[in-house]
């Protein structure tokens, strides 16, 4: 797909538990934007990715990608999206080489030596065909991580809480990986409770606020 993507969200309502969660919301995300959407613990930001990204029909509204709804081509709209919810999503029998193959391949081939490179590039040398099970939290963040590392030919990142288990050198990197995804015509949607520091002109924040 190529020239400008847009993802579009109009009329969105959730409720859960007899609580309404947002109510009419409506946004617009396009090629080179990164949108951190906060607010406080149990607000909907979870829920709101997983809507946005197909995998929640628990609404009301709509959710267009470059025009046309979310629901009435959803292999084709996960053909372009890279979801991360807020657990890594890693298989711990598996090593983080196995991983990352298995979850890249759903969509392209990829060589070792790309998965290598990835890994390196969050600090998992030497860890390429250690079982998953016996890294750590931290460790096991960063496989999933590295999957951002991969020349991939998914546009839209939807990130649940991606700095969970990241130090400072990583937290810093990871935010201008997004940045480089944006400039190179990707979009960007994620929660964080961490602080963000992009000197970036495509970044801006969605506020969920409280239900009265």
Request: charged share 20%; glycine share 10%.
């Amino acid at each position: 797909m190529d020239g400008l993507l847009q993802l579009s969200v109009s009329d969105l309502t959730c409720e859960r538990d007899g609580r309404c969660l947002f109510e009419n919301l409506a946004f617009t995300l396009c090629s080179g934007d990164v949108l951190q959407v906060s607010g406080p613990n149990g607000v909907g930001k979870t829920t709101l990715l997983r809507i946005v990204a197909g995998l929640s029909l628990d609404f009301h509204g709509q959710v267009d990608w470059c025009g046309s709804p979310v629901d009435e081509d959803k292999p084709g709209f996960h053909s372009h999206l890279l979801y991360m919810g807020h657990q890594p999503g890693v298989k711990a029998t598996m090593s983080p080489e196995e991983n990352l193959r298995w979850a890249m391949g759903l969509h392209y081939s990829i060589t070792v030596q790309e998965i290598y490179q990835a890994l390196e590039k969050v600090g998992l040398r030497g860890y390429e065909d250690v079982p998953c099970y016996r890294l750590s939290a931290g460790q096991n963040r960063r496989v999933a991580l590295a999957r951002l590392h991969l020349k991939n030919k998914q546009k839209l990142w939807i990130l649940d809480e991606p700095f969970t288990a990241i130090d400072l050198q990583g937290t810093a990197e990871l935010e201008q990986l997004m940045v480089d995804h944006a400039k190179d015509g990707g979009l960007v949607m994620m929660t964080t409770h961490h602080e963000m520091n992009l000197d970036y002109s495509g970044f801006r924040k969605l506020a969920l606020e409280p239900s009265v």
